[in-house]
């Protein structure tokens, strides 16, 4: 029997999780995470990094009674190598963080991300860590980066703990503010400063309704795929060719393409649930989804890369009794085909 998943009636955080990950919340799964397993997000972010954190979170919440065993994260480059394989870099730690959670790599290779173990963002750039924080604020998340430098992402602060959309460039932070929203993400950034996301605001039928939006030249386009709860934006290219996800009404999430006003699915074969991430100049996509295992009644996450009709699995390597139970999470693509995301394992122990 396929679990009961998250109703349309849920929170928003736990559908917003949904849709970028493409796999059940933590909150919606049968065991609650220990909160020192966890990192130490305030409660109302705790899905601002859900991309990686979902997967790491249940990954922790799996007692290893055996004390060989210790259960790790590491984000990651992976860049394609044959026909269908990848060859992986592991991103060095973050000063005074426990791992990095990459979210985003541009054509230059600077990658930004979230330092797990903190609330503070990152630009790694030249082989250095830059710690970003937005002014004020008790959580800073960077989502995107183009090749101009311009990152967006969004952060809270103490006195207006909801979310709220930012950019930043050359040391200057500016607020991105979405018409009518009580809450908003910036998510992904082009070469032409055009920006995606999606915002909260009230919705007669659930309450509340998460749309996506773009943003070009500070003018706001939205858009909802109709029936659902949630819609978001996460990536877009030069081309203005935009991936998303939304959550439909029995809360599985779905991925797809939209140009020019028109929306294609984009089919995950045995996908139970999938969630799209980033797309390049290429038109390749990275995102995650997830598989019903009907011998072990549980449901594995999984990692693709959408490359002209054809979906490849992104899979961090493990190692034959020194790393095992590895699950990849995959978060960006940039014009080269390098690939940034968190693998989550369990490692033997060094005797």
Not at 166 to 179: C, D, E, H, N, S
Not at 240 to 250: A, D, I, L
Request: charged share 10%; with cysteine; net charge negative.
């Amino acid at each position: 029997m396929k679990p009961n998943l998250v109703s349309a009636a849920a929170v928003a955080v736990l559908l917003v999780l949904q849709a970028l990950v493409g796999i059940v919340p933590v909150a919606a799964a049968d065991s609650v995470v220990p909160q020192r397993l966890c990192p130490r997000w305030p409660d109302h972010a705790n899905w601002l990094a859900a991309r990686a954190l979902s997967t790491w979170c249940h990954l922790q919440s799996r007692a290893v009674p055996d004390p060989s065993l210790v259960s790790e994260s590491v984000g990651f480059v992976a860049v394609p190598h044959g026909r269908s394989g990848f060859h992986f870099w592991v991103l060095p730690t973050p000063p005074n963080g426990t791992f990095s959670l990459p979210t985003s790599i541009n054509d230059r290779g600077q990658i930004v991300g979230i330092i797990a173990g903190t609330h503070s963002g990152f630009l790694y750039s030249g082989g250095r860590f830059q710690t970003i924080d937005y002014p004020g604020a008790d959580l800073t998340a960077p989502n995107g980066i183009n090749n101009a430098g311009l990152i967006v992402g969004e952060y809270a602060s103490p006195s207006a703990p909801s979310l709220s959309a930012f950019t930043y460039q050359m040391g200057t932070f500016k607020a991105l503010l979405v018409p009518g929203s009580t809450e908003s993400i910036a998510y992904g950034v082009n070469n032409q400063d055009e920006i995606v996301g999606s915002f909260v605001l009230p919705d007669a039928v659930f309450g509340f309704a998460t749309h996506a939006f773009l943003a070009t030249n500070a003018v706001f386009s939205t858009f909802a795929v109709p029936d659902s709860q949630v819609t978001i934006f996460t990536g877009i290219n030069d081309r203005k060719k935009v991936v998303g996800s939304f959550v439909n009404n029995t809360g599985v999430s779905s991925p797809f393409l939209y140009e020019s006003g028109v929306t294609t699915p984009i089919v995950i074969p045995n996908a139970f649930s999938a969630g799209a991430q980033s797309i390049n100049n290429s038109d390749q996509i990275v995102g995650n989804y997830a598989v019903w295992d009907d011998i072990e009644g549980v449901l594995t996450s999984h990692a693709y890369l959408y490359s002209d009709g054809t979906v490849a699995n992104i899979e961090f390597p493990g190692k034959p009794g020194k790393i095992i139970d590895v699950t990849t999470t995959v978060t960006g693509i940039n014009t080269w085909g390098q690939i940034v995301g968190i693998a989550s394992y369990t490692r033997v122990r060094r005797r």
